[in-house]
């Protein structure tokens, strides 16, 4: 099993930055791959960003990108998603969540272990 905790949610206004943190334990040696989702209110859960857990490539919704950075630490085991510019579209519940499948997937059906979440909320 792995387990996924999310922080650094909270409240911003238009053209801030947050940045949200997702410790893993348990058997994080089996995590391939991390992303982040977020569910915006009465909307579906959506792909945010991706990145292997390893050294490798990260991919970005087009909403996102060239403003959300996706990191990680795996010394200590935690994933890092830096957001700059946001903006009151980004308000949402970000999750992040893990696979052990071997590829890098950007649907939500294809990761087995997740976070609570996290309210992030962005005013104009």
């Known amino acids: 099993q792995v387990h996924l905790v999310e922080s650094g949610g909270g409240l911003v206004q238009a053209g801030g930055s947050l940045r949200l943190s997702c410790a893993a334990s348990?058997?994080?040696?089996?995590?391939?791959?991390l992303g982040w989702f977020r569910q915006p209110p009465g909307k579906e859960r959506e792909f945010v960003a991706v990145s292997r857990w390893g050294p490798g490539r990260t991919f970005y919704a087009d909403s996102v990108k060239g403003r959300f950075t996706i990191s990680r630490d795996n010394a200590n085991n935690t994933a890092y998603l830096q957001m700059n510019s946001l903006k009151p579209e980004d308000t949402a519940v970000y999750y992040c969540a893990a696979t052990e499948k071997v590829y890098i997937p950007s649907t939500k059906e294809a990761y087995n272990y997740w976070g609570q979440g996290t309210q992030v909320t962005v005013s104009s």
């Open positions: 348990g058997r994080t040696f089996i995590i391939y791959a």
